[in-house]
Each structure stands twice: as C-alpha cells, then as structure tokens.
C-alpha cells in the first residue's frame, strides 16, 4: 500500500540546536500532517498543510515550530531552539483529500526525538 | 475539545482467544472512527475507517462496534493469533474534518502468546 517514509527514524540533539524532520508523503498526495507524541502519552495533532500554507495548528504548534514542503519535495517540521519538553516521537501522516469521505490519512514510522 | 479514551493500555491473550479493545469519546459531533494497528517500528497501519451510520462493521478476522449512544467504540479480535501482537489505536474525527483531524486514543498493547 501506499508508504509515507520518515527520516530519521531518531535523532537526539542537545537543547537549543534545531532540527528538522524530514517527511516523505505519499507521492499524489496535497495534504499533509504532523502528529507528536510524548513517551505514555496520546498521539496528538500539531499541524496540517496545504499548498504551501499551514490550514489548522494546535496550542502545541509552538512558535519555534515551522513546516514547509520546498518544490514537492520532503515535507519538513522544523524547531528552532528545540527545548527539552519536545522530546517525543513525531509521526508524519498524508492524504489525497480534505473533508470528504474518502479521506485516509496514511502515516510513516516516526521520528523519535531526544533533547537533551 | 474531544476526548478519547482507549482501554485497556495492555492486554495479553492466548492464541485463539477473543481480544476487546474499547474507546470511549465525548464530543456527540463525532461522525469517523478509525482503528489503527502499530507493529514495532513499523507506519500506523489503518485497519478499518467507520462512518457513524454504520453501528457494525466486520472486517478480516475482526469486528468493529460504534455504539453512539454510549460514546463508544471498540474492536473485538476474534480467534486473535501471534501476528495479532501490536499496538492498536483509536482516533476521531468530526464530520467537517472528515479524518484531518484527528484525536487519538492512548493506544493498546497486544500480546498474542502461543
């Protein structure tokens, strides 16, 4: 089926460096997702994207975070500075379609991340 | 905002056995349901998507139960083998994001042991 590849699969950095993420969506798809998730806790939304612009974010779409997918290639979330507490693992998700009843969201593996 | 609710956090069945899964929700404007099965290292893989006119929903070796009413969702393993083994996650969604947004439950852990 369709695969949406994350990479890496862990990073750890040291508190105050940024990071980028890298997404790579399923290749037809226009919208796409960020999940995080803390170590115990729910899956939750941060972010979704479409043609070049941010649609919705949530309170944990902090100001130090920013998405951008350059020319159709990965889609990237970026944190700079990251700070301890965005330790977690960040899933990428993807989908042909928006509000309609054909919408799937397909998700990659994850990025573990470790601020230390 | 929505909350879901997902029981039990780790379950542990004998091959062959059924394994229960629920998740309860609180917002009454959810319209999709998702189950979602992650093996170890592995994507979020979608096992079944169920609108919320459909109360029963029976998929390869597994049925799906919305119970609205309730606020209820489950996922009921039938004859549950070794490759069961995952973690399983519920999510929601409203009917205007129609699955772009989605709230999660806190997941569970299956063991199938032989």
């Known amino acids: 089926g369709p695969k949406v590849l994350q990479i890496p699969s862990h990073q750890i950095i040291d508190m105050g460096q940024m990071v980028t993420l890298n997404c790579d969506p399923v290749s037809n798809h226009l919208y796409f997702y960020w999940y995080k998730q803390i170590l115990g806790q729910q899956m939750e939304f941060l972010v979704n994207?479409?043609?070049?612009?941010?649609?919705?974010k949530s309170k944990l779409f902090k100001d130090q975070f920013s998405v951008e997918r350059p020319d159709g290639s990965y889609f990237t979330l970026k944190i700079q500075p990251t700070a301890l507490e965005d330790s977690a693992v960040y899933f990428c998700a993807s989908s042909r379609e928006r509000g309609s009843s054909q919408n799937t969201l397909y998700f990659g593996a994850g990025t573990r991340l470790s601020v230390l | 905002g929505e909350q879901v609710e997902q029981r039990p956090p780790h379950l542990s069945v004998r091959e062959g056995d059924s394994a229960v899964i629920t998740c309860t929700y609180t917002d009454p404007n959810s319209y999709y349901f998702f189950w979602y099965k992650q093996e170890p290292g592995a994507s979020l893989q979608l096992l079944m998507k169920?609108?919320?006119?459909?109360e029963i929903n029976e998929g390869q070796g597994f049925t799906v139960l919305l119970n609205k009413k309730d606020k209820r969702l489950s996922l009921n393993l039938t004859a549950a083998h070794p490759g069961d083994s995952a973690a399983y996650f519920c999510a929601v969604s409203e009917w205007d994001n129609a699955g772009a947004k989605l709230t999660f439950g806190g997941g569970t852990r299956l063991t199938v042991r032989p």
């Open positions: 169920v609108f919320s006119s459909t």
């Open positions: 994207f479409y043609n070049g612009k941010v649609m919705e």
